[in-house]
């Protein structure tokens, strides 16, 4: 079975500023998809950005964007100009091609205003 | 598009009945659900996939028995906690996908309380 493994159980960063979640993965498989959920106090699980393994280009989504490195089973995902809104737990999440997902432990982060 | 509805949101039941979570996919089909379970603070931990039509697919060392799971449509399944006890207290999440290695859609959760 897959692993996904965030290494950062507590992030903090300062408003505007920028901050980097790390998230790395075990596999065998050549094809398969990364995300990164965010989950708010509300506890609904929100997608923020997805990334497909055969792309080489870093996915980008406003002021999301991941750096995956597939040879070394790499998906951290970078928050610029970070909001107080962005307080939250994210999770790391790996699905493969039998179309199940592995969720990593999470990371909070905490927006210092 | 791909809205997961969920519902209850939050119920506080006696120890010893039985409580049904509903979790409906509004606007797309869905032919596999997932049920999880995630304690405070923790990652979602996987109980089963549901499949339409089918059995469920439980994850090891949950009670299949204990936690019934009908997916009788294609946007309807049920989570049915059954003879509920206090440390079946938690957070249970439901999520739909549309298939073909598209992102999980979740349902909003619902905290059970069993006093």
């Known amino acids: 079975a897959q692993t996904v493994t965030q290494s950062q159980p507590e992030m903090s960063v300062q408003e505007a500023e920028t901050v980097t979640l790390s998230c790395t993965y075990d596999t065998s498989e050549s094809d398969y998809y990364l995300f990164w959920y965010k989950q708010p106090p509300s506890r609904q699980m929100i997608l923020v950005i997805r990334?497909?393994?055969?792309?080489?280009q870093n996915a980008t989504e406003n002021r999301f964007s991941v750096n995956f490195q597939k040879a070394a089973k790499s998906f951290s995902l970078k928050i610029s100009d970070s909001q107080l809104g962005d307080a939250a737990m994210y999770f790391c999440?790996?699905?493969?091609?039998?179309?199940?997902?592995?969720f990593g432990t999470g990371t909070s982060l905490t927006v210092i205003p | 598009g791909a809205v997961v509805s969920q519902h209850p949101s939050w119920v506080i039941c006696k120890s010893g009945t039985s409580v049904k979570i509903e979790c409906r996919s509004l606007d797309f089909q869905a032919t596999t659900m997932f049920w999880y379970r995630q304690f405070p603070k923790q990652s979602l931990m996987l109980m089963a996939t549901s499949n339409e039509g089918s059995k469920a697919t439980y994850e090891q060392g949950v009670e299949k028995d204990k936690f019934l799971i009908n997916h009788a449509s294609l946007t309807l399944s049920t989570l049915t906690v059954t003879s509920a006890h206090p440390e079946d207290s938690s957070f249970y999440i439901c999520s739909a996908s549309t298939g073909n290695n598209s992102p999980l859609h979740f349902g909003n959760g619902t905290r059970l309380t069993v006093t």
């Open positions: 990334q497909e393994a055969y792309k080489q």
């Open positions: 999440a790996y699905l493969n091609t039998g179309n199940q997902f592995y």
